[in-house]
Nanobody, 115 residues
Framework: QVQLVESGGGLVQPGGSLRLTCAVS????????MNWYRQTPGKERELVAS????????NYADSVKGRFIISRDNYRNRVFLQMNALKPEDTAVYYC????????WGQGTQVTVSS
C-alpha cells in the first residue's frame, strides 16, 4: 500500500523547534523527490522544502531558509523536516508529498506557533 503519514506537529512557542516525520510505505524515498508543503486557510499550498533523489539536493522557500532542514532516512524510509526558530507565520497544516507514478499526499499535521 502506497502511503505517506505525517507526525510531529503540535503547539510551540515562537522561537521553538519541532521535527516533522513523514513515514513512507510503498516506494523508496531515495528514488523520488520528496517534498514538504504547508497550507493555511484561504491560501494555496506552499512548497516549503524539497529533497531530491540520489545525492539529495535540497531546496527551500525563502521564508524558511536558514531555519528549516529537510532530510531523509533511506533505511527507515522516512523524510523529516526540522523546524527551528519558529515564527507565528509558520502556523499551518504541513503535508508530505511526492510525485511517483501518481501524485501522493499525506493527511497533514497541524503546526501552531503561538505564545
Amino acid at each position: 500500500q502506497v502511503q505517506l503519514v505525517e507526525s510531529g506537529g503540535g503547539l510551540v512557542q515562537p522561537g521553538g523547534s519541532l521535527r516533522l516525520t513523514c513515514a513512507v510505505s510503498g516506494f523508496p524515498v531515495s528514488v523520488y523527490r520528496m517534498n514538504w508543503y504547508r497550507q493555511t486557510p484561504g491560501k494555496e499550498r506552499e512548497l516549503v522544502a524539497s529533497i531530491g533523489r540520489g545525492t539529495g539536493d535540497e531546496n527551500y522557500a525563502d521564508s524558511v531558509k536558514g531555519r528549516f532542514i529537510i532530510s531523509r532516512d533511506n533505511y527507515r524510509n522516512r523524510v523529516f523536516l526540522q523546524m527551528n526558530a519558529l515564527k507565528p507565520e509558520d502556523t499551518a497544516v504541513y503535508y508530505c508529498h511526492s510525485r511517483t507514478w501518481q501524485e501522493l499526499w499525506g493527511q497533514g499535521t497541524q503546526v501552531t506557533v503561538s505564545s
